[in-house]
């Protein structure tokens, strides 16, 4: 049986904040200043969404959401390897897009809760 979800956090980038953006992605994650800043750049001029942290637990994803790092607006949170799309399910309740084949696993409580072990980012 699959472990309990984790959860990833993705974000759109303001358009003037490209740079403090950039400076954060470059920190948290293991891709090249290249394709971090393509990333970005991509982020603003067709409005897409780029990943912020990966593999956080319910507990991470709560303070990164209530503490959104400079640079970021309308976060949305994800099961982890996951992306949003239509095809995704939706929770209300827990601002939550999970795989649609299963319910939402904060509601079935089959999510990790804490793994900051794996924290990507540091809260600004
Ligand atoms: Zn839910």
């Not at 949170?77 to 399910?89: L, N």
Request: proline share 3%.
């Amino acid at each position: 049986m699959e472990g309990p979800i984790e959860f990833d956090v993705l974000g759109y980038v303001e358009p003037n904040k490209q740079v403090e953006v950039c400076k954060l992605l470059e920190k948290n994650s293991d891709k090249s200043r290249f394709s971090v800043r393509k990333e970005v750049l991509s982020s603003v001029k067709e409005n897409k969404l780029v990943s912020i942290a990966v593999g956080l637990g319910w507990n991470e994803v709560q303070s990164l959401v209530q503490n959104t790092p400079i640079g970021f607006i309308s976060l949305k949170i994800v099961e982890s390897t996951y992306w949003v799309s239509k095809e995704m399910s939706y929770c209300d309740s827990h601002s939550l897009y999970f795989s649609s084949s299963k319910n939402c696993p904060v509601c079935t409580k089959w999510y990790v809760n804490t793994n900051s072990d794996k924290q990507k980012v540091k809260v600004l």
